[in-house]
């Protein structure tokens, strides 16, 4: 793993005020668990934006006072001191502060094949992306916590990561219980749904169903039935389909190329791509964002 510590001054970020910025950089962060990716705190000036603009991974941030709006596709949430909202990977969003009260907050990032497991234990989604809280400090002094860690080492990565199980188990412990209770009930659909969650994260990766049944630890052929008897469909289909749904939201972005669009939901030949897509939507990819502009 590669690691750096970055602090940035203000002059290095244009609209923001007072910006402190930890950042651990691993190309091989979406093959754990969880993982770090990066914390900070921001002062924001007057209507200081950021976006539109998708990630890799996940981000949370928590508002310390202050306003701003956030958008995630068509939706847009006006937010105050307590709020926080997640940012989901592959997904373009918009933030934007107050133009007379400017918002200050804090984030965390970070991803992981578990990590969308965990946001589903704390109510959170592209759909539900927001919560509240104003009980006392914790998420503030938690990544503040996180930050504090300034050298790489096997010793204060662990540390590091502690704070955000921390972190994260305070989100599931304060989710509202309807929104913690998974469809996936028995131990069978546990392991569809550790199938799902990996497939969410790692659609842009070779998946296989083999990589699938070993990272989950069952047999191929048993996993093969179980998802086709609650999902009614093979994991290769819904990989597929995951990477096609996904594909159609990139396609609406102008500003990706159809190669890129084809690479970063796992088709590295745009020609390969291009067939699945018409198979699958019905159309070629450069009709589907002529109509879907």
């Known amino acids: 793993m590669s690691a750096e510590y970055v602090i940035m001054s203000t ?4 609209g923001c005020v007072e910006m402190e910025l930890w950042c651990v950089e691993d190309s091989n962060f979406t093959n754990t668990d969880l993982n770090f990716y990066d914390c900070g705190e921001e002062v924001c000036s007057n209507g200081y934006f950021f976006g539109p603009v998708a990630r890799n991974h996940f981000i949370i941030h ?31 969003t918009y933030y934007e502060a107050d133009m007379e009260d400017p918002w200050h907050y804090t984030w965390v990032g970070f991803n992981g094949v578990k990590a969308p497991k965990f946001m589903h234990n704390a109510g959170l989604s592209y759909d539900n992306p927001l919560f509240y809280y104003d009980t006392d400090n914790f998420f503030k002094d938690t990544i503040q916590k996180m930050a504090s860690f300034t050298k790489f080492s096997l010793e204060t990565d662990l540390s590091r990561l502690a704070y955000l199980y921390l972190f994260l188990s305070k989100l599931v412990e304060i989710a509202p219980k309807s929104n913690t209770v998974s469809i996936f009930d028995s131990s069978i659909e546990r392991y569809v749904k550790s199938a799902v969650d990996y497939i969410e994260v790692n659609f842009c990766y070779n998946i296989s169903v ?10 191929r052929k048993y996993l093969c039935t179980i998802f086709k008897n609650i999902l009614g469909q093979t994991p290769i289909e819904y990989i597929i389909k995951t990477r096609m749904d996904k594909a159609c939201h990139f ?19 745009q020609f390969v791509f291009s067939k699945q897509f018409k198979k699958i939507i019905g159309q070629p990819p450069s009709y589907y964002r002529i109509n879907h502009k």
Do not use: M, W
Not at 11 to 14: A, M, Y
Not at 210 to 219: D, E, H, M, Q, R
């Open 251 to 269: 396609l609406t972005n102008n500003n990706l190329s159809i190669a890129e669009v084809s690479t970063s939901v796992g088709y590295p030949d």
């Open 210 to 219: 083999t990589s699938l049944a070993k990272y989950i630890g069952i047999n």
């Open 62 to 92: 928590f508002i310390l006072s202050g306003k701003g709006t956030f958008r995630c596709g068509k939706k847009q949430y006006a937010l105050g001191a307590g709020d926080a909202f997640l940012i989901c990977p592959d997904h373009v």
């Open 11 to 14: 002059g290095e970020l244009k």
